[in-house]
């Protein structure tokens, strides 16, 4: 049977493949988070319109479109969610296994103007932090990517 599957399987190559493998595999969504930090070290936090009451500040974080790489996910959404230009650094985290999530993390670096400009729709507020004034209700893996610990 092994034989069989095989034989077919090196038939049907190309695009017929790839529909295949998609519709029997799980599909994830990636949510995508920038750590973008300023010239003086101090970390963008956003208080998100949309996140429960208690826990509302996070880093920036979005999902990446069909086709984005996710370093330019972060760019995208900063620049949504504030106003501001970044541009993207390392990849400090990548998990999945959240339901149907993939979880990627990258540092950033604020390029030009450090005022924000919110989109209120999304965002209440957007401030800069240093690591040792973090604000309460900050998103626990959020705030151990800034201070560099990695989420489990």
Do not use: C
Request: charged share 30%; aromatic share 8%; proline share 5%.
């Amino acid at each position: 049977m092994k034989r069989i599957i095989a034989r077919v399987w090196r038939m049907i190559r190309g695009p017929l493949q790839w529909r295949v493998l998609w519709l029997a595999h799980s599909k994830f969504m990636v949510g995508v988070t920038g750590v973008v930090r300023d010239d003086a070290g101090r970390v963008l936090v956003l208080r998100h319109r949309m996140w429960p009451a208690e826990r509302q500040w996070g880093l920036p974080t979005g999902y990446a479109n069909a086709g984005e790489e996710f370093a330019q996910t972060v760019v995208r959404e900063v620049k949504e969610e504030t106003g501001l230009d970044v541009k993207p650094g390392r990849l400090v985290h990548l998990r999945s296994g959240y339901r149907l999530r993939v979880e990627v993390a990258y540092e950033a670096r604020l390029v030009g103007d450090a005022t924000p400009r919110i989109d209120s729709f999304e965002i209440l507020e957007a401030k800069w932090f240093s690591v040792d004034s973090l604000p309460e209700g900050l998103q626990e893996s959020h705030r151990e990517l800034i201070t560099g610990s990695t989420p489990a």
